[in-house]
């Protein structure tokens, strides 16, 4: 099946740094990958869509100079925190979408990386 | 491995009642998600169950058996907005998500 990895699988970091997250399809070639965060109550917020060689589209909220996003490729995208703070202390996961697969709604999710700022 | 199974696919009718099952092998176990997902959406939160039993919410119900390594939703009184792909994700013992691939859940009137 098709295999989505996040590295790191968690980071602590002190206020003020910049931390990047990268996301890979593995076994498969992804055109569109998306980037949620967790809230404590579970819920998912799409932060952008990801699209390979293009400019990431932000939802309504996002800043995007904060959570800049690159698609360099077909399996590979990455956010980058930058400057963080506590407020940025999360649960950040990706998924992509299988450009091969029939169904174009299917998203495949990552395992997630916890961001802890100090 | 680490391995979550659900249904690739089922179909109700409106009105009626349908389980959808998740079992999962994982190293540790740190609680259980399901999310609903429509087409060009982003999931929705459904429920997170993390002691064994049977949590109810409103229409639908989470049940988990941690012995079993296996939960269910359970949605009642289908309505044709119920449409949509429903996803098991387990929290390993490193606390990262484990996910299923997902159900794709028809609805017929």
């Known amino acids: 099946g098709a295999v989505v990895s996040q590295h790191p699988s968690r980071v602590i970091c002190k206020s ?5 997250i990268e996301c890979r399809s593995l076994d498969f070639q992804a055109t569109t990958m998306f980037w949620y965060r967790q809230f404590p109550k579970k819920s998912l917020m799409l932060m952008a869509t990801s699209n390979e060689g293009s400019k990431a589209t932000y939802e309504q909220g996002v800043e995007k ?5 690159n698609h360099a490729s077909l399996t590979l995208s990455t956010l ?4 963080a703070h506590p407020e940025d202390s999360s649960f950040y996961i990706c998924s992509a979408r299988d450009i091969s697969a029939g169904d174009t709604d299917t998203q495949y999710f990552g395992p997630g990386t916890r961001l802890t700022v100090l | 491995g680490q391995n979550i199974d659900q249904p690739t696919e089922m179909t109700a009718t409106e009105g009626a009642i349908v389980q959808i099952n998740c079992t999962y092998q994982t190293s540790g176990f740190n609680g259980l998600f399901w999310y609903q997902q429509h087409a060009g959406e982003a999931p929705t939160f459904l429920s997170y169950n993390v002691l064994d039993g049977l949590e109810e919410k409103g229409r639908f119900s989470s049940f988990l058996s941690r012995s079993k390594g ?13 449409s949509a792909s429903y996803l ?13 691939a997902g159900t794709k859940l028809i609805i017929k009137p």
């Open chain 1, 65 to 69: 100079d904060k959570f800049l996003i």
């Open chain 2, 88 to 100: 098991c994700a387990v929290v390993d013992s490193n606390y990262q998500l484990i996910w299923g």
């Open chain 1, 16 to 20: 003020g740094t910049s931390v990047k």
């Open chain 1, 80 to 83: 980058t925190v930058t400057s």
């Open chain 2, 70 to 82: 296996y939960s269910y939703l359970l949605l009642k009184e289908l309505q044709m907005k119920d």
